[in-house]
């Protein structure tokens, strides 16, 4: 007499269940490397009109001061942003983590080039956060050809030095423009293209 059991099968209904959570799954793999609040800033504030590609802008009279960012470099330098005033600039957190941020990692690569290219008054800035090594954000910039400073962030502290609302960090990755005059003119929580990533750009670079 045997003991064994034939194997349990899955009723339709619960192999249909198990289907959408992977698909789920996989797409919030997909969009960003995100805690549970995926996509919504800390606090309110910020005037921020959001579109429909997800970017968020504000008004030039209702913008605010980005904090200081200062420390060190991925690359054993030191960078603080607070002398970049005049220019246009661009910070992008990323992690060499999180795939969203080595799809979108040539897109930057590609429109940090074509602007310093073209003289275009813009900097661009990383802020590289919660790896533990150098030499893995290291090898990330090289494999995707990132030739602009990030600042060496492990901790996350550098985001929280933003105003209530003007980040998630839970977000990775995140893209915020800054002014001429240093001050948030737009943002996204969310991977971008190039064709985005000019969107967000070119408005404040066109400025006077």
């Not at 059991?5 to 289907?19: E, F, I, N, Q, Y």
């Not at 995926?38 to 209702?62: F, H, L, W």
């Not at 969203?100 to 080039?113: G, L």
């Amino acid at each position: 007499m045997s003991l064994s059991r034939a194997p349990r099968r899955r009723s339709p209904s619960g192999r249909a269940l198990l289907l959408t959570a992977v698909t789920v799954a996989g797409a919030l793999t997909l969009t960003a490397c995100s805690g549970s609040d995926s996509g919504k800033p800390t606090g309110t504030g910020g005037n921020y009109v959001t579109g429909a590609s997800g970017i968020s802008t504000v008004s030039k009279e209702e913008r605010v001061e980005a904090p200081k960012l200062d420390g060190e470099t991925v690359d054993d330098g030191t960078l603080d942003t607070t002398t970049l005033k005049g220019k246009v600039v661009v910070l992008n957190v990323w992690g060499s983590w999180c795939p969203p941020c080595r799809n979108e990692a040539k897109y930057f690569a590609q429109v940090s080039k074509e602007l310093a290219d073209a003289g275009k008054d813009v900097a661009f800035v990383g802020i590289n956060t919660r790896d533990n090594s150098k030499q893995n954000a290291i090898t990330f910039e090289e494999d995707y050809g990132i030739t602009y400073p990030s600042l060496y962030d492990p901790a996350g502290k550098l985001m929280l030095r933003f105003p209530k609302g003007a980040l998630n960090p839970n977000a990775i990755p995140s893209t915020i423009i800054l002014d001429r005059e240093g001050k948030i003119a737009a943002r996204t929580l969310a991977p971008i293209n190039d064709e985005q990533l000019r969107s967000m750009i070119d408005p404040v670079l066109a400025e006077q």
